[in-house]
């Protein structure tokens, strides 16, 4: 089961979502888990991974699988995923603050690369990386968008967990942290957490630079963002 994102799309809170919420531990595609290694396993609900990929596939139990990867030969085409979709201005916005985190004069520069990145392995540039995990479409690779788990984060997993696990349990008693609560553990990497972030944060250059993207274009259409009359 893979839990698919570009970076800094929510997918920390996703996984962190899950284990509040039905007890699961997710590990990574990546031979270190850095993120949980910032803010504490137990916060992410970090586990290493319990085998090789095809392993994993042959057991009888759901393993979740945290990657910022676009869909690749790792991934089989009958493998679940949870799809988890951010406005890619929001998201490159988000990302290249984080990297310019100590020395914020960079962040320009940081924001400028990310939107230019072009690679078909790895992570790859925004549109490209969405584009592989959205199309074709599939009935188990869910969508989920980063604004509906944010806002409701139980109404948006059930229907999701229902098609991609079922035989998952909600815990009766479950709580979900907070962004404010997460803020206060790491006020760095949970940032501001909402839709619309780039409208103050992404100068008028780089969002006309993000649109010139033929994948940023397709990826945006797809998610039913319209292109701006002045991008």
């Known amino acids: 089961m893979w ?45 290493d991974r319990p085998g090789s990929l095809a392993e994993m596939r042959a057991g009888d139990e759901p393993h979740f699988v945290k990657t910022h990867r676009q869909r690749d030969a790792d991934v089989a085409e009958d493998d679940p995923a949870i799809c988890l979709v951010r406005d890619g201005r929001d998201a490159l916005v988000s990302w290249a603050r984080q990297a310019s985190e100590d020395d914020p004069a960079t962040y320009e520069d940081e924001l400028r690369s990310k939107i230019l ?31 509906d ?10 229907p999701i967990i229902a098609t991609v696990a079922p035989s998952l349990a909600r815990r009766p008693d479950a709580t979900v942290p907070s962004l404010d609560e997460l803020r206060g553990h790491d006020d760095r990497f949970f940032r501001r957490g909402r839709t619309g972030s780039h409208r103050d944060e992404l100068p ?28």
């Open 3 to 47: 839990i698919a994102s570009f970076p800094r799309s929510g997918n920390t809170f996703l996984r962190i979502v899950l284990h509040r919420l039905y007890g699961v531990t997710t590990s990574t595609v990546y031979d270190v888990d850095g993120v949980a290694e910032r803010l504490g396993r137990d916060l992410v609900g970090s586990t």
């Open 204 to 231: 008028g250059e780089l969002h006309r630079l993000f649109w010139s993207r033929p994948d940023n274009r397709a990826a945006m259409a797809l998610l039913g963002c319209p292109e701006p009359d002045d991008a």
């Open 149 to 158: 788990l944010i806002r409701d984060p139980r109404a948006a997993l059930t």
């Open 117 to 147: 990145r072009v690679s078909t392995a790895g992570t790859g540039s925004w549109g490209s990386n969405v584009l592989s995990w959205l199309r074709p479409a599939a009935p188990h690779r869910v969508v989920l968008r980063y604004e």
